[in-house]
Structure formats: structure tokens, C-alpha cells
């Protein structure tokens, strides 16, 4: 959806688990390497019951500094910042989830 915004991550390949696909997405999206932590937030059903969000925070490894490489825009959000942007609606419940995790 244009002009929407959303997290950084992907479908999770035959044989991946879902760290893994998360390491890779945030490589091919963004240019940077990650260690995964915890999960954020409860499983978010989305195309009708056929697809799962999961969302998990990640750390940014050796100085990496991410690149819009698939978007056309990425932004560092502080708590406070959290809803200045338009959130995909599946996206919109991990932002309460990840408010009080943020400065």
C-alpha cells in the first residue's frame, strides 16, 4: 500500500527458520546484519488466516547502518515518534507492543 509504512522483514523460505529469514530479509531489505532477540507483540493473522506476522527485535551488528535498498524511505522512530507515520493496518498493533521497548 503507497505511502504506508511497515516493518522490514519477509516470507520465511522452505527450510529457513524464522530467524533466519529475518537475518536475510534485513540483508536484501536493508543492507545490514542483525542478531535477532525476542519476540514483540502477539502472532497478527493477515490475508485472511493464509499469512502470520511475527515481529522480533533485532540489534544492528558491526557498525551496519541500514540503506533503503527496497523502500523508498526508512526512519529511525523514538517512542514519541511512533505513530508520525500512516502504519500498514497489520503493522498498527506491533507499534503498542513496541512503544514501551523504545527511548
Not at 523460505?13 to 507483540?41: F, H, K, M, S, Y
Not at 502470520?52 to 526508512?74: C, F, I, M, R, W
Not at 502504519?87 to 507499534?95: G, H, M, N, R
Amino acid at each position: 500500500m503507497a505511502g504506508k509504512w511497515e516493518f522490514p522483514g519477509g516470507k520465511v523460505d522452505p527450510g529457513e527458520t524464522e530467524v533466519q529469514a529475518l537475518i536475510r530479509e534485513c540483508q536484501e531489505e536493508l543492507g545490514v546484519n542483525v542478531a535477532v532477540g525476542a519476540r514483540v507483540g502477539d502472532d497478527i493473522s493477515m490475508l485472511n488466516g493464509t499469512a502470520v506476522l511475527k515481529v522480533y527485535v533485532a540489534t544492528l551488528l558491526n557498525g551496519d547502518q541500514p540503506l533503503p535498498l527496497e523502500h523508498s524511505d526508512l526512519r529511525w522512530l523514538g517512542s514519541k515518534e511512533l505513530y508520525s507515520v500512516p502504519w500498514l493496518p497489520a503493522d498498527a498493533p506491533i507499534v503498542t507492543a513496541l512503544e514501551p521497548l523504545l527511548p
